[in-house]
């Protein structure tokens, strides 16, 4: 069976697209800080002509629910919510953070990933991916918020060669004070494409929701958000 993916990410900074038609990837990827309600759905529209698809064509939408920028998130759940109500068809939920892990092993080759992202207020979002011999990942459970201090305690326990990826490391330097090997990377944002691979496991695994089950997820057991500028 022939299957046709739509996949999309505002999480942060980044804003990007995705389609899947029968393994070929067509895809649109820009760093548009503020500016995700004005250029997603122009972005959309491009990738379903470069894909020669419609929303009817779609077999299943897929989404990073985060965590992220709070109105980025909720950006990429109310799109995909009104694709989804719209044409009547299934969601995929996808963690931001492991899509960047799947961007460092497309681009890398590398099969250990320590996810650091800039969460403000002193805060960072992390996790510890492994791909295994199967090809999927583990490390779903290592995803927390965590101060520098306690990312370092929980990555000192780790063993073997990882790579760095997201913001936080640039932001933080005292993360990289470990004796862990760490191989640093430039990959920081998540890129709709490396949702693909993840959505079609999922799918044929089953692991599908309606668009009354897609919600975001933010780690963070409280909401910021900062007064624009003149505001």
């Known amino acids: 069976m022939s299957i046709h993916i ?10 990007s697209v995705a389609i899947w038609r029968d393994g070929k990837i067509f895809n649109k990827f820009i760093f548009s800080p503020r500016m995700h309600t004005h250029k997603i759905l122009p972005m959309i529209e491009q990738c379903f002509i470069d894909s020669n698809l419609n929303l009817q064509h779609i077999n299943v939408l897929a989404f990073g629910r985060g965590p992220g920028s709070f109105t980025g998130v909720r950006i990429s759940v109310g ?7 719209g ?4 969601i995929i ?3 931001s953070l492991l899509i960047i892990a799947q961007g460092a092993y497309r681009q890398l080759g590398e099969k250990k990933i320590i996810v650091a992202m800039d969460a403000k207020m002193g805060d960072i979002y992390s996790a510890c991916y492994e791909l295994k011999s199967n090809g999927y990942w583990s490390g779903e459970e290592t995803e927390k ?4 201090e306690q990312f370092l305690n929980k990555i000192n326990n780790l063993n073997g060669k990882w790579i760095t990826v ?3 490391w640039k932001i933080y330097p005292i993360l990289k004070m470990t004796n862990l090997h760490l191989l640093e990377s430039i990959i920081c ?6 949702i693909l691979p993840l959505a079609l496991q999922a799918w044929q695994d089953g692991k599908i929701i309606n668009a009354e089950e897609a919600h975001p997820v933010y780690l963070h057991n409280k909401i910021y958000w900062k007064k624009l500028p003149n505001k």
């Open 93 to 95: 939920s996808i963690s």
């Open 87 to 90: 044409a009547n068809l299934p």
């Open 145 to 148: 918020v965590l101060k520098p």
């Open 6 to 15: 739509l996949a999309i990410d505002t999480s942060t900074e980044a804003c």
């Open 166 to 168: 997201g913001t936080g």
């Open 79 to 85: 799109i995909i919510k009104g694709l989804a109500f």
């Open 189 to 194: 944002l998540p890129d709709a494409q490396d």
